[in-house]
């Protein structure tokens, strides 16, 4: 098990290519790419993102535009990556033992991120620095802005986190690993660093902060509802943000029974370990098949799993809507079948137990870049339908979710 000097003593092979630092902030920095050119394709098809997200509107013409501001973030941060990655393969040449002595390289490009990410930079409008970091610190605690001042936008954010969740334990392994007198942060990745609780706690922050602004939505809509003492048509009384919080719910069994998995005693826990082991995997695949089915069918508003009447409506080909952004009926079907995929894949992620083999390492960070493309995927027709949901169908003051009844069906 981790911590073991039989195991302590090797590393693998991709570890002495990309250590865990390393792959942490590459991961970020992939997710500020794919961001600029969400960006980017979704303006080229007329959708204003920054207006979705209430985002500060450029002052000038001559200022650049968002997805360009984005694109120089992205490469500010991605030079001096690759020097730190040069230097380090050039000073450690794949021995072991210089590559814990230097450790101390990816932890300053991971400040250099930080710095980077806080302090004012020249490209970067003033005020939507100010404005991510506002939105960062309202969602950190589950936060959530009204409408009109950038709940779209919050969700957004707390979504994308989502997919991060086992970045972020691997940052915070990362640092523990750093601060240690007994590890390297370039060497083995220890998973019980700072014991058994912080790490799978800290991969269920980001389920936790989207299940506080789905309770934030839901008693919005019970207050809203006492206050005119009737239930609002388009809001409903709130059930839709109950089982979106569900969906969120789903995700902490697969993480609490993969740390029973870890503990050196899984016995303890009352189960064998065969039993433990098929728990977590009615876990996985529950958690797996109910977001699957929330992308399609609540944040995409696809007929896929509506009424048989409903998917073959011949004014819109199989599965779909009426009104679509991207003209290729292709891009839908393919986004649902990677959706699935890598839904499937994702969920096993989760499980700290599978990190526990070294020569995994390189699968596992391929799976964090997967969850990454398809996050990606996800943001493309997540932007498209809410675009949809207000320039091209109905409105509703809930622009979470809607009304599932609100299937598009009235003439533009």
């Known amino acids: 098990m981790d911590g073991d000097p039989a195991v302590d003593s090797?590393?693998?092979?991709?570890?002495?290519?990309?250590?865990?630092?390393?792959?942490?902030?590459?991961?970020?920095?992939?997710?500020?790419?794919?961001?600029?050119?969400?960006?980017?394709?979704?303006?080229?098809?007329?959708?204003?993102?920054?207006?979705?997200?209430?985002?500060?509107?450029?002052?000038?013409?001559?200022?650049?535009?968002?997805?360009l501001s984005t694109y120089r973030i992205a490469s500010f941060l991605s030079i001096p990556l690759v020097l730190s990655l040069l230097l380090f393969w050039t000073l450690t040449s794949g021995s072991p033992k210089d590559i814990a002595a230097w450790e101390i390289l990816p932890n300053i490009y991971l400040l250099v991120l930080v710095v980077g990410f806080i302090a004012p930079m020249p490209f970067v409008s003033r005020n939507g620095r100010s404005r991510t970091i506002a939105t960062l610190k309202r969602?950190?605690?589950?936060?959530?802005?009204?409408?009109?001042?950038?709940?779209?936008?919050?969700?957004?954010?707390?979504?994308?986190?989502?997919?991060?969740?086992?970045?972020l334990g691997d940052l915070f392994i990362s640092?523990?690993?750093?601060?240690?007198?007994?590890?390297?942060?370039?060497?083995?990745?220890?998973?019980?660093?700072?014991?058994?609780?912080?790490?799978?706690?800290?991969?269920?922050?980001?389920?936790?902060?989207?299940?506080?602004?789905?309770?934030?939505?839901?008693?919005?809509?019970?207050?809203?509802?006492?206050?005119?003492?009737?239930?609002?048509?388009?809001?409903?009384?709130?059930?839709?943000?109950?089982?979106?919080?569900?969906?969120?719910?789903?995700?902490?069994?697969?993480?609490?029974?993969?740390?029973?998995?870890?503990?050196?005693?899984?016995?303890?826990?009352?189960?064998?370990?065969?039993?433990?082991?098929?728990?977590?995997?009615?876990?996985?695949?529950?958690?797996?098949?109910?977001?699957?089915?929330?992308?399609?069918?609540?944040?995409?508003?696809?007929?896929?799993?509506?009424s048989k009447k409903e998917r073959e409506n011949p004014e819109y080909p199989y599965g779909l809507r009426r009104n679509r952004y991207f003209n290729a009926k292709e891009f839908y079907y393919a986004a649902i079948a990677v959706d699935a995929m890598l839904r499937c894949t994702w969920s096993f992620k989760l499980s700290p137990h599978l990190d526990h083999f070294n020569d995994l390492e390189g699968g596992i960070f391929l799976m964090e870049v997967l969850e990454v493309f398809r996050r990606w995927i996800w943001i493309f027709f997540r932007v498209e339908t809410e675009w949809v949901r207000n320039h091209r169908g109905p409105a509703p003051d809930d622009i979470l979710l809607g009304d599932m009844s609100n299937k598009f069906d009235e003439d533009d």
């Open 139 to 167: 969602i950190s605690i589950g936060g959530l802005a009204e409408a009109q001042d950038g709940k779209f936008g919050d969700i957004l954010l707390a979504d994308a986190l989502t997919s991060y969740a086992k970045v």
């Open 175 to 306: 640092l523990c690993m750093f601060f240690s007198s007994k590890h390297s942060s370039t060497g083995p990745p220890n998973r019980n660093c700072g014991g058994g609780f912080w790490v799978p706690f800290i991969i269920s922050i980001p389920s936790i902060i989207r299940l506080r602004q789905c309770l934030i939505e839901y008693f919005r809509i019970q207050n809203a509802n006492k206050r005119t003492g009737q239930i609002s048509p388009s809001t409903g009384w709130g059930g839709v943000h109950l089982a979106n919080a569900l969906k969120y719910s789903s995700a902490f069994p697969v993480i609490i029974l993969s740390a029973m998995q870890r503990s050196p005693q899984p016995s303890k826990f009352g189960m064998s370990e065969a039993t433990l082991f098929r728990l977590w995997l009615a876990a996985v695949f529950a958690n797996s098949a109910y977001s699957f089915y929330w992308d399609v069918a609540r944040d995409w508003d696809l007929t896929l799993f509506s």
């Open 10 to 67: 090797q590393l693998d092979g991709f570890s002495r290519v990309l250590p865990l630092p390393y792959r942490v902030a590459l991961i970020i920095v992939m997710g500020i790419w794919a961001w600029g050119l969400n960006l980017h394709y979704l303006s080229l098809i007329k959708i204003d993102v920054p207006s979705l997200i209430r985002y500060p509107g450029r002052s000038s013409p001559q200022h650049p535009s968002h997805h």
